[in-house]
Nanobody, 118 residues
Framework: QVQLVESGGGLVQPGGSLRLSCVAS????????MAWFRQTPGDDRELVAQ???????YYDASVKGRFTISRNSAKDTVYLQMHSLKPEDTAVYYC????????????WGQGTQVTVSS
């Protein structure tokens, strides 16, 4: 089993910054990609950023240039550094881990609330 624990969410003013963290634990020998998704009420969960085990990075166009995804050397922790935050960034942010064994397996964290408001 794999557990993902997010932290770092909170209330921030427009233009401010916040850093989210997600730590993976358990059976993570085959941990591959990690990603951040976000979801607001009534909307589908959307991919914000992803980082693969070899360092490949993807950003959604809405956050490119403002957010940075990174990973520690042990590859069990993923970060999302958010700058120039906008009210439309308000959402519950979820960490996702992809494990590759005989096939792909996906795990989710509990989510952390990010609210951007003055």
């Amino acid at each position: 089993q794999v557990q993902l624990v997010e932290s770092g969410g909170g209330l921030v003013q427009p233009g401010g910054s916040l850093r989210l963290s997600c730590v993976a634990s358990g059976n993570i020998f085959n941990l591959n990609a990690m990603a951040w998704f976000r979801q607001t009420p009534g909307d589908d969960r959307e991919l914000v950023a992803q980082i693969t085990s070899n360092g490949g990075i993807y950003y959604d166009a809405s956050v490119k240039g403002r957010f940075t995804i990174s990973r520690n050397s042990a590859k069990d922790t993923v970060y999302l550094q958010m700058h120039s935050l906008k009210p439309e960034d308000t959402a519950v942010y979820y960490c996702q881990a992809t494990l590759l064994g005989s096939d792909y397996s996906y795990y989710w964290g509990q989510g952390t609330q990010v609210t951007v408001s003055s």
